[in-house]
């Protein structure tokens, strides 16, 4: 809908997500129109300024979901073209808001890529803007690989589609071979000659992309690439949750994004594209606010400050107390208020020393051991009555068509009946579970499985974190079928969270 923005203050970085397009070409990943729209939306309200949808000379069905995009979305929307006239024209058919173009200027991608001059690559470069221009269409110009091409022909090449009008220019580290210092000093180099606005694109190949990210900032860009998660070829693009948080925490500089969304709609992005995020990820990792040690537990509990540098909230996601050898009494005491277990303190130190005992086993522990554990020591037998039982489960798969389960569930007394499908049984399973639950929120978060013995006739030991957008929680089943291991630890999940 709104076909260009202009950036409010100079002092402001602009946000360009390259998600739906950069993100799109991780081995592995292939969205539907529909999830490119659910996704833009979400990108839309988290704030992005810009949403590169695609590459719309690509295919047919790309081109369609960058023009549905464009139409139903109120944020700038970007469509990539190569500096050729098929390219552009796919753009401006999209009514995109803004046509990135881009052509290659290092001597590697000329000579082994291009077979083309500097003069023939330029003049390409200039006419392409030229002919954006002249539909009236904002343009950004990227040269390929800027960060191996020779500076002089870069900086002549980046002038030449200036005065040609275009209103922004990207530099791309296309391999990420660039250093925080060395990135600083090109992009330097570039802001003296050009005036118009500066737009950094950081691969992650060494591990350098957020770093080469900021230090571009540092030397004058004021508009960022990024794609959520990082995903992206190879190892990635910078990704938006580590950028935008040292951004405004360690840079002080502001951007339009909700930092609230921040981790729902990297949660969005692992369900939509099956890449999920390293435990130990900045930000919007498992661990990100996991905490174990004992003197940090406590120390957290106290003034949060002590051992995290931002809140959770800020960024939508919780703190998390994990069950373990090295969590001490204060840990344990605020889990077992969370369970409304009440304790002496005699107790408490009985129930944390069983935690440290069962932990230095190299056991994983959920909140069930830990509340078997209290009810043990504090001397309660009877089992609490479950919210969710399984009555009856029949499973059906064949070869070529997706897993169909059907589940009858007792829930709070009352029976209920769902079926539905899913790309394995047990996805099939916990999807009818969750129909017939009528709860949509409730998602697996975490997946473990442990084979307690050897052989094909193993136990299964599977342990599972559900949550329901508000809280979280981890369970455990335990079966000689990996399925109902898996159905046993989601319904012990649910009936957690239900009591939460």
Do not use: W
Request: proline share 4%; net charge neutral.
């Amino acid at each position: 809908m709104n076909k260009s923005k202009q950036v409010n203050k100079k002092s402001q970085i602009k946000i360009f997500d390259t998600t739906l397009r950069d993100g799109e070409q991780t081995p592995g990943v292939a969205l539907t129109t529909e999830k490119k729209l659910e996704l833009a939306h979400a990108l839309t309200e988290l704030g992005v300024d810009i949403i590169e949808a695609g590459f719309p000379i690509n295919s047919e069905g790309e081109y369609e979901a960058v023009k549905k995009i464009t139409k139903e979305v109120d944020t700038t929307v970007a469509g990539l073209a190569r500096a050729l006239k098929p390219d552009l024209d796919k753009c401006i058919q999209a009514d995109v808001g803004l046509v990135h173009t881009f052509i290659s200027t290092s001597p590697q991608h000329l000579k082994y890529q291009m077979n083309k001059s500097e003069d023939e690559v330029y003049e390409l470069a200039v006419d392409a803007v030229e002919y954006i221009r002249e539909h009236g269409i904002p343009c950004m110009f990227s040269p390929m690989d800027a960060s191996r091409s020779d500076i002089p022909y870069l900086i002549k090449v980046c002038k030449g589609v200036e005065r040609a009008g275009a209103q922004i220019i990207n530099i791309p580290d296309t391999v990420g071979v660039m250093y925080p210092s060395a990135m600083k000093a090109l992009v330097g180099k570039i802001r003296e000659e050009i005036k118009i606005e500066l737009d950094v694109h950081c691969h992650n190949d060494f591990g350098m992309a957020v770093a080469n990210t900021l230090a571009a900032v540092e030397a004058g860009c004021n508009q960022v690439q990024v794609a959520v998660n990082g995903l992206g070829e190879r190892a990635g693009n910078a990704d938006l949750e580590q950028v935008v948080m040292a951004l405004e925490i360690l840079y002080g500089k502001k951007t339009n994004i909700k930092t609230q969304g921040i981790y729902p709609v990297s949660k969005l992005v692992e369900r939509l594209t099956g890449i999920r995020v390293m435990p130990n990820f900045p930000i919007v990792g498992d661990n990100a606010f996991a905490h174990e040690s004992g003197i940090h537990v406590h120390a957290v509990l106290k003034k949060p400050v002590t051992f995290e540098p931002i809140k959770p909230e800020m960024v939508g996601a919780r703190r998390r107390l994990v069950l373990g050898k090295h969590i001490g009494v204060h840990g344990i005491e605020a889990k077992l208020k969370e369970l409304k277990i009440k304790v002496n303190e005699d107790q408490l130190k009985e129930i944390t020393k069983k935690v440290k005992d069962l932990g230095g086993l190299g056991k994983r522990i959920v909140e069930e051991d830990l509340i078997a554990i209290a009810e043990d020591v504090i001397g309660k037998t009877p089992k609490e009555e479950s919210i969710v039982e399984l009555i009856d489960i029949t499973l059906e798969t064949r070869l070529g068509e997706k897993p169909r389960s059907s589940v009858i569930l007792k829930v709070k007394g009352v029976e209920k009946k769902a079926e539905e499908r899913g790309v394995g049984p047990v996805d099939a399973t916990l999807n009818a579970i969750k129909k017939a639950l009528g709860e949509k929120n409730i998602t697996l978060d975490e997946y473990h499985l442990d084979a307690i013995t050897g052989g094909s006739d193993a136990l299964a030991d599977v342990t599972i974190r559900v949550g329901d957008g508000k809280r979280t929680t981890m369970a455990r089943g335990v079966h000689e079928d990996v399925v109902m291991a898996s159905i046993i630890a989601f319904i012990n999940g649910i009936n957690r969270i239900m009591k939460l």
